[in-house]
T-cell receptor, first 112, second 114 residues
């Protein structure tokens, strides 16, 4: 069953802690993305990766970090430097950077 | 910077009414255009896309969209909505100069009354 998985579905963390969100795809896609979704603001791009071992900052990268050591995995770390981390985080992938993006189910992060 | 604007934040319709959701973008070059839908509690999924060719694009579930280059628009339409169309709809645009980055509109929440 091909697709994108994100874990966990819900995540709670205390202020000042780093937390890592998982994203895995078995679609054999080269490109992967992380978005943040806030009510009334649509989706905003945090980081994207066109190919393994390469990634670029999106529009709101401050306070976040990523790695792309394997084609199928693109974890996102929300650091303590992110001022407003409570949000819904969506991971996506596409066969090429210009192509249709497929989305995972999302992780809702709440900072207490 | 490139931007995408969706004019309606919340639309409320009765079943069988016609739907048109507006989408305008700011980039003047070659673009790829998308409409995504997010049903309550479900993944964001693609409704339809335009890359080139016929500017009237048909998607899933009876949706269609028309690309009007002169108006920088890609409005979504459906002749007769159903209660099951209740969802949030996002317009998105990308182009080669942006490295393929998708720029999303703010989203339009559609509520269909049975």
């Amino acid at each position: 069953d091909g697709g994108i998985t994100q874990s966990p579905k819900y995540l709670f963390r205390k202020e000042g802690q780093n937390v890592t969100l998982s994203c895995e795809q078995n679609l054999n896609h080269d490109a992967m993305y992380w978005y943040r979704q806030d009510p009334g603001q649509g989706l905003r791009l945090i980081y994207y990766s066109q190919i393994v071992n390469d990634f670029q900052k999106g529009d709101i990268a401050e306070g976040y970090s990523v790695s792309r050591e394997k084609k199928e995995s693109f974890p996102l770390t929300v650091t303590s430097a992110q001022k407003n981390p409570t949000a819904f985080y969506l991971c996506a992938s596409s066969r090429t950077i210009e192509g249709e993006q497929f989305f995972g189910p999302g992780t809702r992060l709440t900072v207490l | 910077a490139q931007s995408v604007s969706q004019h309606n934040h919340h639309v409320i319709l009765s079943e069988a009414a016609s739907l048109e959701l507006g989408c305008n973008y700011s980039y003047g070059g070659t673009v790829n255009l998308f409409w995504y839908v997010q049903y309550p509690g479900q993944h964001l999924q693609l409704l339809l896309k335009y890359f080139s060719g016929d500017p009237l694009v048909k998607g899933i579930k009876g949706f269609e969209a028309e690309f009007i280059k002169s108006k920088f628009s890609f409005n979504l339409r459906k002749p007769s909505v159903q209660w099951s169309d209740t969802a949030e709809y996002f317009c998105a645009v990308n182009n080669g100069n942006q490295g393929g980055k998708l720029i999303f509109g703010q989203g339009t929440e559609l509520s269909v009354k049975p």
